[in-house]
C-alpha cells in the first residue's frame, strides 16, 4: 500500500508555515508592529506545533519572525477593541507553551528581534534559543500594571536564577542577547545576518538525528527543570485575571496608548 502523503499546513497572513529538510517553520508575520499576537496567532502556532507531534516527515520545530522583530508580545492596540483580547491571548499563548513542552521534538527559537511578554515566555521555554546579536529579552508586564505570564514566572527563574527573575520582572527592563547568554538565559547569539542559516542549520542536524533519544532527553530535562510548569501557568493565569479588573490596568493600559508614564495608585 502507498505511503499517504502529509497533509500541508496551511497558514495565515500572520503565520507562516512552511516544512523545509524535516523541519517545520512557524513564522509570525506582522513586522508592521513587530509581530505583536493575538489570540488567532496563537492558535494557528499551537495548532502547527501540536499536529507536528505526529508527522514523522517532521523531527524539528523552528518558531521565529519576520523583520526586526521576533515579537512584542501582545498586541496591545487590539485591548481597545475587544474586552475579551487578553484572556484570548493569554490561553493561547499558554496552549503554545504546553505545545512546545510536549512535543516529543526540539524546539527552536530563533529571536531576530526584541521578545517581550507572553512571547518571550515562547521562546524561552524552546529547547535551543538562538539570538541575533541586537536581539533582547523583555518582561514589560509592571509597565502596564499587570504580572508576568507566559510561563515565565517559572522558565526565567529556571534559567538564570530567582535574583536575575525579580530583576526583570519587577524593573521590566530589556536583557541584551549577549547578557542573556551569559547568564544563561539562552544557548546562541550569532550576527543578525547569520541567524536564519544557524537555526536552520541546527534544525536540520536535530532533525536527521536520533529522535527518540532527543525524545527521552527533552522527557528528563524538562522534568528536571520544570516539573512545575502547569502550576506556574495556573497561578499566572488566575493573578492576570485579577489584575485586567483593576485601576492601575486601565492606567497602564491608557498610558501606553497616549504614550506617557503611567500612575499608579495600587487600586
Keep these: ?41 496563537m492558535q494557528t502556532a499551537s495548532e502547527a506545533v501540536e499536529a507536528a507531534r505526529s508527522r514523522e516527515d517532521i523531527g524539528a520545530v523552528v518558531i521565529t519572525g519576520t523583520g526586526a522583530g521576533f515579537s512584542a508580545g501582545a498586541d496591545m492596540e487590539s485591548l481597545h477593541l475587544a474586552p475579551q483580547f487578553p484572556h484570548e491571548t493569554m490561553d493561547g499563548a499558554n496552549r503554545l507553551i504546553r505545545a512546545i513542552v510536549a512535543i516529543d521534538k526540539p524546539v527552536v527559537a530563533a529571536v531576530n528581534g ?31 500594571g499587570l504580572m508576568t505570564d507566559g510561563g515565565s514566572s517559572l522558565t526565567v527563574a529556571a534559567s538564570i536564577g530567582r535574583a536575575r527573575a525579580m530583576r526583570m520582572a519587577l524593573l521590566a527592563e530589556p536583557m541584551s542577547a549577549r547578557e542573556a547568554l551569559e547568564t544563561g538565559l539562552i544557548t546562541h547569539v550569532v550576527p543578525d545576518d547569520e541567524l536564519v542559516a544557524t537555526a536552520s542549520k541546527l534544525a536540520t542536524r536535530l532533525a536527521a538525528g536520533p ?22 501557568l495556573a497561578r499566572e493565569h488566575s493573578g492576570q485575571r485579577t489584575l485586567f479588573r483593576t485601576a492601575d490596568f486601565t492606567e497602564g493600559l491608557a498610558a501606553f496608548a497616549e504614550r506617557r508614564r503611567p500612575v499608579f495608585r495600587g487600586e
Design 1 to 41: 500500500m502507498a505511503e499517504t502523503e502529509a497533509a500541508p499546513f496551511v497558514g495565515t497572513e500572520q503565520v507562516a508555515l512552511e516544512v523545509r529538510d524535516g523541519v517545520l517553520w512557524v513564522t509570525f508575520t506582522r513586522p508592521e508592529v513587530l509581530n505583536a499576537v493575538n489570540g488567532a496567532m
Design 114 to 144: 526584541v521578545a517581550a511578554g507572553v512571547a518571550c515566555g515562547a521562546a524561552l521555554v524552546s529547547d535551543l534559543i538562538i539570538a541575533a546579536e541586537s536581539a533582547s529579552f523583555l518582561l514589560p508586564f509592571t509597565k502596564l
Design 211 to 232: 529522535r527518540i533519544a532527543h525524545a527521552a532527553v527533552k522527557k528528563a530535562i524538562n522534568a528536571a527543570t520544570l516539573p512545575d510548569l502547569e502550576e506556574a
